[in-house]
């Protein structure tokens, strides 16, 4: 029976095609609105680092004080003392701090100019801890980062830049006049949102070039070239003036494995606080946090407002569609009153009516749905006009998107059918014969 | 005519006259509130920078192998090579000027902190301390970037010093834009001693430009003109220098200035994205602003189609349905013109009910979006233009299938269907 109502269904979309188009497009471009800003907020929105995400804690310490803090929160980062003793205290399975630093690069082969490079200063914790794949060698180990060696990773399209592609690990590379050995070569990796920088970065920007030592960023003097945020009057030169000023510029990362551990961490951040606050170098009490990646996420806001708007305005969008999809199948239905009184009349019971029109509304559905799709497919094409190229890229039509767009058209169509297929259902047989 | 019979026969159509009356409602709801963030983006799109924008460019060099700037005598290198990209930049043919800066107005990389006209004040509490954004340059500046001086005096040479780029010290002088300094001075500014980041060290004003805009885009009218202009130098492995050139010759300058710095020192990362005009420098700003409105516009435009779609194919519905009540009508004496009106007073009535819930929902919605996000009250004006426009929409799509009706011939009032 459904197929010969789902054939009913394909040839009544021929009757009243006036309507029929009307419906179609109304889902088609509801369902495309949706969808198109969907792919972006499901991009945007995602868990970056699904498998860990629950075990890797970023902790920050308030340095600036109830005088100088935003509204009693911490700042974003830690400055250089907190973060060498968060370092120092190895009170973690696993931990890292990291910043951002760039530095220029001569690519060899035909182009004599330099090129510049962005990368991190890490431990070499960051490897294991955010699962970084790598194609040749590996990260560098706790020793190396005690001997402040000399040591970088490279990314795969910057091996493919210095090296053609091939293994170079062992070579050696010249960053900004100082020369580094290639210790390992990941493979393309840069999770979206850089949930591990959101200091620096709003989540989104092209891939790192490298990753090298931070101890030996710090022998190098090498300042971040991201954000750096200072308080109050502060007048100092030079480097270590920097380094032990109130100004936060490095994000600390935390690998905690239950939640035994995650308690044990917040107390140890918590006597941190009050140690210094013992020992005068903090005047108030201690204000720490330690958030894990998606409460991060959420902290730093990294979801535009752009694409919740965006993803709002197209479901109210959509809303309105079904509204008018009820309205048009209603009137569609009831158009044919005298069909449905013969066909009771000569058996056929609420239920079979019923079945009929919903199936009938889900051929509708599915017409509107492949309409969607295309429109779909053209919205996330031209998703770069609303948002930054970074954000854009990502948004894309990818299986479950199709699927998802016609499960959403054909279940939305039918759920709006509910009504009209009601009304056809309660047609009075004798009633509609009588006036023919 | 009497409102009665039209409002008996409807109460026969709930159905159809909630959907319509809600599909209003809800496109009411919609396209003011789309509207009105259109307008907002397009106003903060709208904003003045205070530069002259056109002829302007910026460009963004780093230095390979710079010595450190806490190298003994680093800063003082890193000074003199900033000196002398500068000069060879003067030397470029149809340059006007050139002036070293840390960031620039829309550009997204700024350094803030707080300004105040008492000492040791942090607390953004009352009117004697506010948020700024500093901009370090020389005495260039204000001809680079073509900012109106309106009281006092411009930076000269004399005034002009460098430090390291993350070196924190307190300036002798500055100069504040108009509406920095009308909020700290509101007697005027000139020669009155202001105090940045909550310090004691007294700094004068010497000079007020009209107006210069902060480096992000996205903030508030309270904020995007709070800018400081420092005579110092930054010197650090990197340097942004912003070039005015002659009318017209914008393309040929931006063209020649990489290898007029390559010559100074080919060491250097200059590639297609260090040198960018003001114009591309705002498009970027903005893109986000104007997709939003491009994307609400284009929403808002098929959101009333639909609606409209909508209208005509359930009033076709009840004309084909009422067809033999229609001829009835006109058999006992009813004009073409009392049946064409009929079907508008009928849509009046439904889009009528429909807009006084809109107006509701569009309230709520514009509430709901002002406490989750950057958005002010709707002005009455829009929500007024809203409900007008759905009236309108709602007696165009009505007319098509009304005219419909009004040539119902009497004739089908004897025929049985």
Sequence with gaps: ?436 | MTLHPILAALRKHKAGVVLIAMQIALTLAIVCNAVFIIGQRIERVNRPTGLDESNLFLITQQWVDAPGEDTPGGVDKLDAMQLEDLAALRQVPDVVSVAPINSMPLLDSSWNGAIASKPGDTQFRGKSVTRTTYYFSDDQMLPTLGVRLVAGRAFNAGDVGHQGFRDQRDPDIVILTKALADKLFPNGAVGKAVYLNGGNKPVTVIGVVERMQVPYAGGGDEVAWNSTLIPTRLNANFARYAVRTKPGRLDDVMRAVTPALYKVNPMRVLDDDSVRSFTEIRDKAYRADLGMAILMGVVCLILLCVTAAGIVGLTSFWVGQRHRQIGVRRALGARKIDILHYFQIENLLIAGSGVVIGVLLAVGLNQWLMSHYEMTRIPILYVLTGVLAMLAIGQAAVFVPARRASNVPPVVATRAV
């Design chain 1, 1 to 436: 029976m459904f197929a010969y109502y789902f054939q009913l269904g394909l040839r009544s979309l021929r009757r009243n095609p006036a309507l029929t188009a009307l419906m179609v497009m109304a889902i088609g471009f509801g369902v495309a609105a949706s969808m198109t800003t969907y792919a972006v907020f499901r991009a945007v929105s995602g868990n970056p680092i699904p498998g860990k995400s629950a075990q890797l804690f970023t902790p920050l310490v308030d340095n600036w004080g109830p005088q100088q803090n935003l509204q009693g929160e911490p700042p974003d980062a830690l400055d250089y003392v907190d973060a060498m003793a968060l370092m120092r205290a190895q009170q973690a399975k696993r931990q890292t701090l990291l910043y951002q630093v760039q530095m220029s690069v001569l690519p060899g082969g035909d182009r004599d100019l330099p090129v510049s490079a962005n990368g991190y200063a890490v431990y070499g914790d960051f490897f294991p801890m955010f699962d970084v794949p790598f194609q040749y060698g590996s990260g560098w180990s706790a020793q190396d980062d005690e001997a402040r060696s000399s040591d970088v990773v490279i990314s795969a399209q910057l091996n493919q830049k210095l090296f053609g592609g091939v293994n170079s690990v062992g070579r050696t590379v010249n960053f900004s006049g100082h020369d580094y050995r290639v210790v390992g070569v990941t493979r393309p990796w840069d999770p979206k949102p850089r949930f591990f920088d959101l200091f620096n970065t709003t989540g989104f920007k092209d891939a790192s070039d490298f990753y090298m030592p931070f101890t030996r960023a710090q022998d190098l003097q090498m300042r971040s070239n991201g954000g750096n945020s200072c308080r109050g009057s502060l007048t100092f030169t030079g480097w270590e003036d920097y380094r032990q000023s109130n100004c936060v510029w490095i994000t600390a990362w935390v690998e905690l494995d239950s939640a035994a551990a995650v308690a044990r961490y917040r107390r140890f951040l918590e006597g941190y606080a009050s140690d210094q606050q013992k020992a005068g170098r903090f005047a108030w009490s201690p204000n720490v946090r330690l958030y894990d990646v998606m409460q991060w996420l959420d902290v730093r806001r990294v979801v535009p407002p752009e694409s919740r708007i965006s993803l709002l305005v197209a479901l109210g969008f959509f809303a309105i569609c079904l509204v008018n999809t009820i309205g048009l199948l209603l009137a569609k239905f009831l158009r044919r009153a005298g069909e449905i009184g013969v066909r009771r009349a000569l058996g056929a019971s609420r239920r079979e009516i019923y079945a009929q029109y919903l199936i009938e509304a889900g051929t509708v559905g599915l017409a509107g749905g492949v309409l969607g799709l295309l429109l779909t497919a053209a919205g996330v094409a031209g998703v770069g006009v609303l948002f930054p190229p970074q954000i854009a890229k990502l948004a894309q039509l990818d299986m479950s998107l199709v699927g998802l767009t016609l499960l959403v058209a054909i279940i939305a169509t039918v759920l709006a059918a509910f009504y009209p297929a009601w009304r056809a259902a309660r047609v009075q047989p004798a009633w509609q014969l009588k006036s023919n």
